[in-house]
């Protein structure tokens, strides 16, 4: 636990960094939040225009699909913020010039302090978009969720964003192989983001299904929680989440390991 503490106190630490860094441009700073803003608008501008034509989409009502839509924004937001924006996909140019070095010399794991230590504050501040999109959608949908159900959407939820870290680290650890390669950490934001807002429903093929649950388990990001939510947490699939995401959490450290191996110092 004091390990996971101490990494705890280092997030916070660069979070807070990040915020004084991203704030000391107010401009840039809003430009970047409407970045985000704008594909999540786009996402609503789409099914709007769906919705307009048919009822429901895989079983799915448009609050539902609402639903769906601002629940994916936060954990896509999330994984930009904490993972991607300043962790795997700044990891191609800290390779190529050297700067790895500089986070190799410090007492805490490479695995964590290159690609999860340095969160992206605006990707962050975007979720707040999402939550607004899950408050309109659950207001005009009948539930009542249980705190156990509401546990269990979170820990789904929790497994999903494990996952989706694991693969993008996973990816783009191959840089320290290829080091001129620097669109494999978008590839691997790209692989979990590009289906993470469609009903799971719609993977009914045995072979799609197997891939989008087991292969690349984007369902497990955003489909499965917001479903839960709606009508409940289905045992089955809490704990095959459970298992899948320590089973991609094992394979991205494995995977890193042998990759960093191939990192050759700038000093060297």
Known sequence: MKKYYKYLRIFIRYFKMDVMYDLSSRTSFFIMVGVEVFYVISTIIFFNVLYANIKTL????????????GFDTVMTELLV????????????????????DYFLLKPVSSYFFLTLAQPYFP????????????GIALSNLSINASLLNILGVMIIAGCG?????SIM????????KFAD?????RIGMNIMTNFSDRPFQMFSAFIVKFVFFCIVPVVFLSSIPSYGLVHGVSLRYLVISIIISLIFVK??????NKMIINYTSASS
């Not at 964003?161 to 870290?165: E, K, L, R």
């Not at 680290?169 to 320290?176: G, H, T, W």
């Not at 394979?251 to 890193?256: G, P, R, V």
């Open 58 to 69: 895989a079983g799915w009502s448009y609050y539902e699909m609402l639903l769906l839509v």
């Open 81 to 100: 913020g904490v993972v991607f924006a300043n962790g795997t996909n700044a990891l191609p140019k800290r390779i190529t010039t050297g700067y790895v």
């Open 123 to 134: 990707s962050i501040v975007s979720t707040g978009f999402g939550f607004l999109l899950m």
């Open 161 to 165: 964003f494990m996952i989706g870290a």
């Open 169 to 176: 680290i996973a990816a783009s650890s191959l840089s320290f």
């Open 181 to 185: 390669a620097k669109t494999f950490p």
């Open 251 to 256: 394979i991205s450290k494995i995977i890193w």
